[in-house]
């Protein structure tokens, strides 16, 4: 069972900018494909982008294009997700997640492992 940990979530004024990191625990993340969701408060969750294992493809929202851009490191096992332009809409509980077969899906229902999440707050 892989374990995910996000981390760096906070609170910034809108215009600022954070850095979520989500550590994976297993041997096999370089084959993951790694997306990150979010969900506000009595909201769906919605995907936000995915970064694909076998060629890095990348998959962004409409709403976070341009603004976001998501990384990895497979040597340290951890995806990131670098977050500019913050907007109030922004704020939401941020979750990553491993598609453990190495797909490029936009669905939550694609990916097989969570994080617990992590809070990001934008106030205006």
């Known amino acids: 069972q892989e374990q995910l940990v996000e981390s760096g979530g906070g609170s910034v004024q809108a215009g600022g900018s954070l850095r979520l990191s989500c550590k994976a625990s297993?041997?096999?993340?370089?084959?993951?494909?790694m997306g990150w969701f979010r969900q506000a408060p009595g909201k769906e969750r919605e995907f936000v982008v995915f970064?694909?294992?076998?060629?890095?493809?990348?998959y962004y929202a409409d709403s976070v294009l341009g603004r976001f851009t998501i990384s990895r490191d497979n040597a340290k096992n951890t995806v990131y997700l670098q977050m500019n332009s913050l907007k109030p809409e922004d704020t939401a509980v941020y979750y990553c997640?491993?598609?453990?077969?190495?797909?490029?899906?936009?669905?939550?229902?694609?990916?097989?492992?969570w994080g617990q999440g992590t809070q990001v707050t934008v106030s205006s």
């Open positions: 297993g041997r096999t993340f370089s084959s993951y494909t």
């Open positions: 997640a491993a598609d453990r077969r190495g797909r490029g899906y936009a669905y939550a229902n694609a990916y097989d492992y």
């Open positions: 970064i694909r294992s076998s060629d890095g493809h990348t």
